[in-house]
């Protein structure tokens, strides 16, 4: 079976342009999860959904960010305007049933990088 | 609010054994642990939850105290493919990873 499935996997871009990160979740998987990690910050969550609902995105550092799911094999990241601080690799994760006792899938990552 | 994982970094020569720990200030659901190798996605090793329980992988175990909010992952006899950095990611109201544990397996 495919994993969870990211793209791009690396992206460099000049501060202020518009990002967009996309993720195809484990088929069969209800539940979706952002993270962006850094040296200086570790792994966070950003945003997760569950049944292509956001529940949590308390995690999303700012207006400038913004996470959609349209249907249950496809959610995107969106950055715009970009910053340099932005720069992080960004994962999506699928879980079946949300995060309760059960396991989050990575995939491979986005590696984002703002001039 | 983060989990606290300790220690920070660890080196080891093949075949020792390591414990590493981590540690919440709230009530815990469950104990998620990972690993990554640099790189690398975060892979899923165990979860364990609310009542003690013990699980394994491999020759890698984990304990779950929830009197104590604390879980502890034990690798045992470590190999050079356990290198990697270890997270713990707590759920209580949220889930939540903690910065993690550098693990350098030298031959």
């Known amino acids: 079976d495919a994993g969870v499935i990211q793209s791009p996997r690396h992206e460099v871009t000049e501060m202020g342009q518009e990002v967009t990160l996309r993720c195809k979740p484990i088929s069969g998987h209800n539940s979706l999860f952002w993270y962006r990690q850094t040296m200086m910050r570790g792994l966070e969550l950003l945003i997760y959904?569950?049944?292509?609902?956001?529940?949590?995105d308390s995690g999303m550092p700012e207006d400038r960010f913004s996470a959609k799911m349209p249907n249950a094999s496809f959610s995107t990241l969106k950055i715009q305007p970009s910053e340099p601080r932005d720069s992080a690799v960004y994962f999506c994760?699928?879980?079946?049933?949300?995060?309760?006792?059960?396991?989050?899938?990575f995939g491979d990552g986005t590696r984002l990088s703002i001039l | 609010q983060q989990p606290v994982q300790s220690p920070q970094a660890v080196i080891l020569r093949e075949g020792e054994d390591a414990v590493i720990n981590c540690s919440s200030s709230?009530?815990?659901?469950?104990v998620h642990w990972y690993r990554q190798k640099h790189g690398e996605a975060p892979v899923f090793l165990m979860i364990?939850?609310?009542?003690?329980e013990q699980k394994g992988h491999e020759k890698i175990s984990a304990s779950f105290n929830e009197k104590k909010q604390q879980s502890s992952l034990y690798l045992t006899a470590s190999q050079l493919s356990y290198s990697g950095t270890y997270f713990c990611g707590t759920e209580s109201e949220d889930f939540v990873f903690g910065p993690g544990t550098r693990l350098s397996v030298l031959p």
């Open positions: 994760a699928s879980s079946w049933a949300g995060s309760s006792n059960q396991p989050q899938h």
């Open positions: 709230k009530a815990l659901y469950s």
């Open positions: 364990l939850l609310k009542g003690g």
């Open positions: 959904f569950n049944n292509n609902v956001p529940i949590d």
